[in-house]
């Protein structure tokens, strides 16, 4: 491809983030397209390394109306740690600022590895599950983690005394997206689980990704299912976003 690009490019590039029609200049893709590059690769290694604004994010999620949130640590000291010991950060530090007691749902807010997609979307995305939950179930005070893994969750709803912990976790970005979160819910939590019992929404990044009432409601839906089956993970599926085709408008291949 050289020259103007074929404005059928354009159209394409609306409907998704990939890097596709780049074009050509000689031998090499043309210079704002590799600084384009280099500018998303920068972004998404910034939304890793960048520290959890702990302090600000606790203020909006006390302003959702479920309680003060308790602050925990993962067992890894330092970012750095973090990322070569996946294992420190599956386990907490110190759980003595939990408020214990027999809730529902537990909603843990965890930096992962996207702070930065936290601080976008943490707040907006918790005030659209306690919205969804709190007229059926009981939730727990909130939990904010740093340095934290997804099974770390598993130990903070034991602390917690919750049946169902939901994970708002961020995600590893890519280089489309920085910003990203995802859920992870395990119904019957314990320390040990494997990520088989667990189910995950992700992609959660509006306006671009998926919003934070649709998720919400996901989120619902999976909770009733699990109470239901006794079991979260792979034994409970979520079919709230499966297309519905009439049978006017099947197809048949030959």
């Not at 939304?47 to 067992?75: F, R």
């Not at 930065?116 to 919205?131: E, N, Q």
Request: aromatic share 4%.
């Amino acid at each position: 491809m050289s020259g103007i690009e074929p404005s059928f490019w354009d159209e394409l590039r609306r409907s998704t983030q990939a890097r596709i029609g780049l074009g050509r200049a000689g031998d090499s893709l043309p210079t704002h397209r590799v600084l384009e590059f280099r500018s998303a690769h920068a972004a998404a290694r910034d939304a890793v390394h960048m520290p959890l604004e702990v302090d600000a994010l606790a203020v909006q999620v006390e302003e959702v109306g479920i309680g003060v949130p308790a602050v925990v640590t993962s067992q890894a000291s330092s970012r750095a740690e973090y990322l070569r010991r996946p294992d420190l950060g599956r386990v907490p530090q110190d759980l003595s600022s939990i408020t214990t007691g027999e809730f529902d749902v537990g909603l843990v807010l965890a930096d992962g590895l996207s702070p930065r997609a936290l601080m976008d979307h943490g707040a907006g995305l918790l005030d659209a599950l306690v919205s969804e939950l709190s007229e059926l179930y009981s939730i727990a005070p909130p939990v904010i983690a740093t340095e934290a893994r997804v099974a770390l969750g598993d130990h903070l709803a034991q602390a917690m005394g919750v049946r169902t912990v939901v994970v708002i976790i961020g995600e590893r970005p890519g280089l489309s997206v920085a910003d990203s979160l995802g859920i992870y819910l395990t119904h019957l939590p314990a320390p040990g689980m494997s990520d088989a019992a667990r189910n995950c929404i992700s992609n959660i990044h509006p306006p671009d990704g998926l919003g934070y009432a649709r998720s919400a409601h996901i989120v619902a839906r999976l909770i009733a299912g699990a109470r239901a089956l006794g079991a979260s993970g792979v034994a409970l599926k979520d079919t709230s976003r499966a297309v519905e085709v009439d049978a006017s408008d099947a197809v048949t291949l030959e």
